[in-house]
């Protein structure tokens, strides 16, 4: 794995430590109804991490100001698969969070400032693996939703360059070895079988 940092560019790919399992591909196209809901939920919980981190640490001008654009579009996601899933008549329901948040914060020191760079560390995963998993589901679903997570690609690769900013500046040391040290977490999280299916989970 290469953890490049502001070289990271387009390139997400180079955060991550393995790539999704074709299983968990397979499962995510014939479950397109529960794809949707979990992905719903994960654009819900990806706006409030965000307003958290805003309201946890409000006196760093630039820090809010990128937050809170990346809050409102997070919602606006929200916004667009709530629509998606409504035109697909499928009945919106609450659903379990995976395991795949809650694995990643686990590594998460409990002293500041090292408790906010975690954070913000654990958050560029979170979207680069969002991102990686847009672009193998595009090609594989159908035509609306596969435009859709192409979009959003786009979107979720800024947001994991905003994170891994963010981490860097709030840092007095290299981030890399924390950056280790969640790839190899949220490698495992992807890679061993879980069991509950979600947009994060691994393979079923």
Do not use: N
Request: a neutral charge; hydrophobic letters at 45%; charged letters at 25%.
């Amino acid at each position: 794995m290469s953890a490049r940092g502001d070289e990271l560019g387009d390139d997400y790919r180079s955060l991550l430590a393995c790539a999704t399992p074709p299983e968990w591909v397979s499962h995510a196209c014939t479950h397109v109804a529960a794809l949707l809901l979990d992905h719903a939920s994960c654009e819900k919980k990806a706006a409030s991490t965000a307003v958290s981190l805003l309201f946890r640490y409000p006196d760093q001008e630039p820090f809010v100001q990128r937050l809170s654009r990346l809050a409102r579009e997070e919602l606006r996601h929200f916004e667009q698969v709530r629509a998606l899933i409504a035109r697909r008549g499928i009945a919106f329901r609450r659903v379990r969070p995976t395991r795949y948040a809650g694995g990643l914060h686990r590594l998460v020191r409990s002293r500041e400032p090292e408790r906010l760079v975690d954070l913000l560390i654990a958050g560029a995963f979170i979207e680069a693996r969002s991102a990686e998993r847009f672009a193998v589901l595009a090609p594989a679903l159908d035509a609306e939703l596969g435009s859709f997570y192409s979009g959003l690609l786009v979107a979720e690769v800024r947001h994991c360059r905003v994170y891994l900013a963010l981490a860097r500046a709030q840092s007095d040391r290299p981030v890399e070895p924390r950056v280790q040290a969640f790839a190899a977490a949220e490698a495992e999280l992807i890679t061993t079988p879980d069991e509950r299916f979600g947009f994060h989970s691994g393979p079923p």
